[in-house]
Every structure is written in structure tokens, then in C-alpha cells.
């Protein structure tokens, strides 16, 4: 069992930065592959980006592609959503999502509660 907690999410203004961090309970955090998705009133979960547990290769939808960050710290049990310059279509929950195979659907075993991400124009 893995249990996520997002944290890092507020209200910025557009072109602004944040950074989204997700703490995992468990000692094998290093062998799963973490996702981040976010979902939009009245719209469907759509994957952001995903990170493999040890070589660290990296997936983004090309909304993000060149705007968003994802890394891991596997000594903190921890891995981050770096976004920058953000648009207000990048508001909506972000969630962090745990599983045994890297997806960019969400086909993971364990999700956060989600953190809300709200940009102004």
C-alpha cells in the first residue's frame, strides 16, 4: 500500500512558476513509476507527465512539453511537477499517481488526493 500527498499548489498569475511536490509512504517508492495528472471542471483526467522508478526516462503531453519538469528524489520518497509559465488553461487539480508500470493513462495503482492549481490572466 502507497499512500501520496500533493502539496505546492495555489493561485499564480499567467507566466508565473510553481512547483507541485508529492510525498510517498513505503520503502519500495524507487521501483514504481509516478505519473501527475490533472483534471478540469467538467473535463476528464488528462495524464500531464510520468517518470520511471530508476533510469528516470520521462514522459509530458505536448501541452506541457518544454513548460513542465517532473523529477524524483527516491532518498526523500518524493517527486516533483516543476511547472513553468503558466497559461489559465493549465488550471485544475493536479494529482499525483503511483504504479508498477509507467502509463500516460490513468491505469495506476494509487493516487493523491489531488492540489489545486488555479492561474489568472
Known amino acids: 500500500q502507497v499512500q501520496l500527498v500533493e502539496s505546492g499548489g495555489g493561485l499564480v498569475q499567467a507566466g508565473g512558476s510553481l512547483r507541485l511536490s508529492c510525498a510517498a509512504s513505503?520503502?519500495?517508492?524507487?521501483?514504481?513509476?509516478m505519473g501527475w495528472f490533472r483534471q478540469a471542471p467538467g473535463k476528464e483526467r488528462e495524464f500531464v507527465a510520468a517518470i520511471i522508478g530508476t533510469a528516470g526516462n520521462t514522459y509530458y503531453a505536448d501541452s506541457v512539453k518544454g513548460r513542465f519538469t517532473i523529477s524524483r528524489d527516491n532518498a526523500k520518497n518524493t517527486v516533483y511537477l516543476k511547472m513553468n509559465s503558466l497559461q489559465p488553461e493549465d488550471s485544475a487539480v493536479y494529482y499525483c499517481a503511483a504504479g508498477w508500470v509507467v502509463a500516460t493513462t490513468p491505469a495506476y495503482d494509487y493516487w493523491g488526493q489531488g492540489t489545486q492549481v488555479t492561474v489568472s490572466s
Open positions: 513505503g520503502r519500495t517508492f524507487s521501483s514504481y513509476a
